[in-house]
T-cell receptor, first 111, second 116 residues
Framework: KAGVTQTPRYLIKTRGQQVTLSCSPISGHRSVSWYQQTPGQGLQFLFE???????NKGNFPGRFSGRQFSNSRSEMNVSTLELGDSALYLCASTPDAGELFFGEGSRLTVL | AQSVTQLGSHVSVSEGALVLLRCNYSSSVPPYLFWYVQYPNQGLQLLLK??????LVKGINGFEAEFKKSETSFHLTKPSAHMSDAAEYFC??????????????FGQGTILTVHP
C-alpha cells in the first residue's frame, strides 16, 4: 500500500508570495491532518479534514487555509508568506479512528 | 486542554545501554498516548500507542512504554540501544472518544544520541 505522499518536497518562496502544498493520503483513509514543524515551536496542529469538511482547526492565522477533495486528497495554502512561515509542513492521514500515518513533509523556506 | 512534557531535550546513551525517554501528559479526559520517531529529513513513524487496553504497550524495534495514570506518565524504554535508534522521539496525546482523530498534541521532542 502506498504511503502518504506530499508534494513538493522542497520549495523556496519570498515574503508576500503564496504557496500551495499537496497531500495524497493512504488509500481508504478519509481523514487528513496538517502540522507545522519548526525548531522553535515544535510540532503544531494546523487543521484536520474529514470527508471534505474541516473538522478541527489549530491556532493559526487566517493566512493558513486548506481543503479536501472528494478523493480525500488535500491541499493547504499559505498566503502573504512571512519569514516565520519557514517550516516543515507535515501531512498525516488516518482511518476513521486510529493512528496517524505521516508523509515525509514539504520543507518551505521563505526568503 | 491537553499538554505533553518531555523531560530532556537531549539524551545520550552508549550502544547496548538502557534507553529511557520521559513523557508526562496533562489531559482532562482519558487520553490516547503515542510515541513517534523522526529520522532526519523524514516524517514521523509510529513506535507504539496506548488506547486504554493494556497499560504496558510494546512497539516496534524493541521499544515499549508503560501508562501510569497516577503519575500521568508514559515513558518510553528499550533495554539495549542500537546505533540505528539515534533519532528524535516525540510523545503525543489525543482525547479518547473525541471526534478529531487527526489532532494530536506533541511534546517538544527528545533527540537520542547513541555512542559506540
Amino acid at each position: 500500500k502506498a504511503g502518504v505522499t506530499q508534494t513538493p518536497r522542497y520549495l523556496i518562496k519570498t515574503r508576500g508570495q503564496q504557496v500551495t502544498l499537496s497531500c495524497s493520503p493512504i488509500s481508504g483513509h478519509r481523514s487528513v491532518s496538517w502540522y507545522q514543524q519548526t525548531p522553535g515551536q515544535g510540532l503544531q496542529f494546523l487543521f484536520e479534514y474529514f470527508s471534505e469538511t474541516q473538522r478541527n482547526k489549530g491556532n493559526f492565522p487566517g493566512r493558513f487555509s486548506g481543503r479536501q477533495f472528494s478523493n480525500s486528497r488535500s491541499e493547504m495554502n499559505v498566503s502573504t508568506l512571512e519569514l516565520g512561515d519557514s517550516a516543515l509542513y507535515l501531512c498525516a492521514s488516518t482511518p476513521d479512528a486510529g493512528e496517524l500515518f505521516f508523509g515525509e513533509g514539504s520543507r518551505l523556506t521563505v526568503l | 486542554a491537553q499538554s505533553v512534557t518531555q523531560l530532556g531535550s537531549h539524551v545520550s546513551v552508549s550502544e547496548g545501554a538502557l534507553v529511557l525517554l520521559r513523557c508526562n501528559y496533562s489531559s482532562s479526559v482519558p487520553p490516547y498516548l503515542f510515541w513517534y520517531v523522526q529520522y532526519p529529513n523524514q516524517g514521523l513513524q509510529l513506535l507504539l500507542k496506548y488506547t486504554s487496553a493494556a497499560t504496558l504497550v510494546k512497539g516496534i524495534n524493541g521499544f515499549e512504554a508503560e501508562f501510569k495514570k497516577s503519575e500521568t506518565s508514559f515513558h518510553l524504554t528499550k533495554p539495549s540501544a542500537h546505533m540505528s535508534d539515534a533519532a528524535e522521539y516525540f510523545c503525543a496525546v489525543s482525547e479518547q472518544g473525541g471526534t478529531s482523530y487527526g489532532k494530536l498534541t506533541f511534546g517538544q521532542g527528545t533527540i537520542l544520541t547513541v555512542h559506540p
